[in-house]
């Protein structure tokens, strides 16, 4: 700690302070309430819809509505190649968003490679948000979305002992927490976990 208590900026390294410039402009530097409906509304002006994500990346989705965390309804997307046949391995998504925005397609689009590569599913999982759903009801909504994909992987044409799950930034926590329930509940089975950028701590 410093002298006046407050703690010193992380040691980023140098070749990073142009962008994250350029970052703190595009982001205000502390979030308030006020500023999550804005936020969480998702469009950004000039970029494409969900719709045309998918179809750039030749994929389809559909909706599912499952239960969550004690039972209350949460919707999950299985998207995968159009035209899929076949099995392959499952991808199980959670996003990012810092827990309080974002949804179930964000980042989606990164893993169109390995959907045709591998004729894998991904399943994406639309967790509550924080602060009206505060811990644990993101972790456990994922885990409930893991534990369905799990449990329809036959249907869905999910190689059972391929099962990996991945997320981003908030949703790289979420997976790495969602891979210790699965752990110590005896729950299903995972290849593997991808966690990018993961938001793990408080730093």
């Not at 990996?164 to 995972?190: E, N």
Request: net charge negative.
């Amino acid at each position: 700690m410093t002298v006046s208590g407050i703690l010193p900026r992380p040691p980023f390294d140098p070749e990073l302070a142009p962008m994250l410039e350029v970052i703190g402009q595009m982001i205000p530097p502390t979030l308030t309430a006020e500023m999550l409906p804005a936020l969480r509304t998702g469009a950004i002006p000039g970029m494409p819809t969900i719709a045309e994500i998918l179809e750039s990346a030749q994929l389809q989705s559909r909706d599912v509505t499952i239960p969550g965390f004690e039972g209350a309804d949460i919707v999950v997307s299985v998207i995968e190649a159009k035209g899929r046949t076949g099995t392959g391995p499952g991808i199980f998504h959670t996003h990012g968003g810092g827990m309080i925005m974002g949804d179930r397609f964000g980042g989606v689009a990164g893993f169109a490679e390995w959907i045709h590569r591998y004729n894998a599913v991904l399943v994406s999982v639309e967790y509550r948000l924080a602060p009206e759903f505060p811990d644990p009801y993101p972790v456990e909504d994922c885990y409930a979305g893991l534990v369905w994909t799990a449990e329809n992987a036959e249907g869905l044409g999910i190689e059972s002992e391929r099962l990996m799950i991945a997320g981003g930034s908030a949703g790289g926590g979420l997976a790495a927490g969602v891979a210790l329930l699965a752990r110590d509940r005896r729950g299903p089975q995972l290849i593997g976990q991808m966690l990018m950028y993961p938001m793990l701590d408080d730093r």
